[in-house]
């Protein structure tokens, strides 16, 4: 079980967890939101932090990533 699946509510279903777990994340950072990189990287979610090659927060096919987003949508490119 991933670290992240701590922070989910009684009853929420797990496929959440990511999902409130970056949002607090975001908190702590103060970022402007976590977004998404669908439809070029539909397994990308990150703390947007208005420029794409300031380091954040990655989570990126299942593991979670300290980087920018910039560089990793030049390596799909």
Same mark, same amino acid.
């Given at each position: #079980?991933? =670290?992240? *699946?701590?922070?989910? +509510? &009684?009853? *929420?279903? +797990? /496929?959440?967890? @990511?999902?409130?777990?970056?949002? $607090? @994340?975001? $908190? ?7 977004? /998404?990189?669908?439809?070029?990287? &539909? /397994?990308?979610?990150? =703390?947007? *932090?208005?420029? #794409?090659?300031? *380091?954040? @927060?990655?989570?990126?096919?299942? $593991?979670?990533? @300290?980087?920018?987003?910039? /560089?990793?949508? +030049? $390596?799909?490119?």
């Amino acid at each position: #079980m991933k =670290c992240y *699946t701590n922070y989910l +509510e &009684p009853g *929420t279903h +797990e /496929s959440f967890a @990511i999902e409130i777990y970056m949002d $607090k @994340i975001d $908190k702590v950072l103060n970022t402007y939101g976590v977004e /998404s990189g669908y439809p070029e990287i &539909p /397994s990308l979610e990150y =703390c947007n *932090t208005g420029e #794409m090659y300031n *380091t954040t @927060i990655l989570h990126y096919k299942g $593991k979670l990533y @300290i980087g920018d987003v910039g /560089s990793l949508m +030049e $390596k799909q490119g």
